[in-house]
């Protein structure tokens, strides 16, 4: 098997997993690929494509293909595309009840003041 084949079998297991997408209040919220948010989602899943050829065996890639195109596999993905849009959610809302930090905030460790700004 030739790197193109490897590499468009790595594409396909990126496209069924979804890496790259954002999850904004629970939907799905693909950028346009001329915007900055865009262009990293495209970088992405470039990386993460390469990756896969790279680090994963044809068989490894084809046993992954072979169950995400599964019953059982289709099923566990959309599975997975629920949580991720309830995880969504449940953070939008944690964030917009909370009144201060915004999300992705994370306190300074070297900070020792009671303020965690």
Known sequence: MNNEEKYNKAKRLVE???IGRSYIGGARK????ESPR???EEFLVELQIKLR???MSNEQLDALLGFYTSDMGRSILEAQERIRKETGVTLASLTNNSGSKAAGWVP???NNSDDDT
Not at 30 to 33: D, F, I, K, T, V
Request: proline content about 19%.
């Open 53 to 55: 050829a790279k680090h």
């Open 16 to 18: 069924l997993i979804g």
């Open 30 to 33: 693909e950028s346009p690929p």
């Open 108 to 110: 300074d460790p070297s």
């Open 38 to 40: 865009g262009t990293h």
